[in-house]
């Protein structure tokens, strides 16, 4: 098959380029934002019209950026995944985020559930979303990544663990702490479904099984890293004031990966284990 996948220098795409180069994919185009900016309608037609399956993991990532932004932000997340859409089809898998959901439930998000954006971001991510299925293609909606790429909440952690004696860290937000190593072969394997027919095209939860507070995520770092998690002190998002709100529940359901023949991804604290080694 014949790949592409754009936003390739990003946590999340160099890993999707790694897992395509380990099942030994040799037509492979991995298309960092300077080589394909997906803003750019021209470009994205003439780089869609050789692949034969477009993953999609460039987006505008800067949550709180966004808010002052969203049209900045939405033609990334929105737009530009619009022409993508249109010009891909079923062959698009694109990345989507559970901040296209308000996180006022208790129990988890369903594929179906109604979305209801509280930020500038998720806004555009919808807009995005809603082009992909309107085309016939795939969302993966993820949340809470980490990797061995870029820059994330459990390298933070391990930094500050050497830097500081103690660190606060909030207990009232819940979700999926997710390895994006993790999430890249789950796409990939997707894609395979997708080719074999066993998976309709609609949105899929690429999130961990189970949820933590980042306050339980910090714990686990510190655990992992052979330190005292007691170092990590609770606090509440109240304390630390920033420009987007986030959403208190951001916990997906996994029903629709029944009978694709594609896993749903293991317990968080299992992929925290796993993911460790590379993460340092
Ligand atoms: N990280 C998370 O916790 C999380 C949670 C839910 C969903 N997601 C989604 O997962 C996907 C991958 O995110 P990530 O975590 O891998 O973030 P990331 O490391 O910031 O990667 C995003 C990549 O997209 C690129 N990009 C930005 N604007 C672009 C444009 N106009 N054209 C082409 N490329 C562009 C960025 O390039 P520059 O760095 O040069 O700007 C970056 O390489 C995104 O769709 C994101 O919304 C992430």
Request: hydrophobic share 45%; aromatic share 6%.
């Amino acid at each position: 098959m014949r790949w592409l996948v754009t936003g390739a220098g990003g946590m999340l795409g160099q890993d999707l380029c790694a897992v395509l180069a380990e099942a030994g994919e040799s037509g492979v185009v991995a298309a960092t934002r300077a080589e394909l900016d997906i803003t750019d309608a021209d470009a994205v037609r003439a780089a869609v019209a050789g692949a034969d399956v477009v993953l999609n993991a460039a987006g505008w990532t800067d949550v709180d950026g966004a808010e002052a932004a969203e049209e900045d932000a939405t033609a990334v997340n929105g737009h530009a995944v619009e022409t993508l859409a249109k010009e891909a089809g079923g062959r698009l898998i694109h990345i989507s985020t559970d901040y296209v959901f308000a996180g006022d439930a208790t129990v988890p998000y369903s594929e179906d559930a109604a979305p209801a954006p509280i930020n500038a971001y998720g806004r555009g991510k919808l807009v995005g979303e809603r082009a992909v299925r309107a085309a016939g293609g795939y969302v993966v909606r993820t949340a809470w990544l980490y990797g061995a790429h870029g820059p994330s909440f459990v390298r933070t952690m391990l930094r500050l663990a050497g830097e500081r004696e103690t660190v606060a860290v909030v207990t009232d937000q819940q979700g999926p702490p997710t390895w994006s190593r993790a999430l890249a072969t789950q796409v990939v394997a997707l894609a395979g479904a997708a080719a074999a027919g066993r998976a309709t095209p609609g949105v899929y939860h690429g999130t961990a099984a189970g949820q933590a507070s980042w306050y339980d995520l910090a714990q686990a770092v510190f655990a992992e890293a052979g330190l005292d998690p007691d170092r990590v002190r609770p606090t509440t998002s109240d304390r630390f004031p920033r420009p987007a709100r986030r959403p208190a529940y951001s916990v997906l359901g996994h029903a629709r990966w029944a009978g694709t023949g594609v896993s749903p991804l293991p317990h968080w604290r299992t992929m925290l284990t796993a993911a460790m080694p590379s993460l340092s």
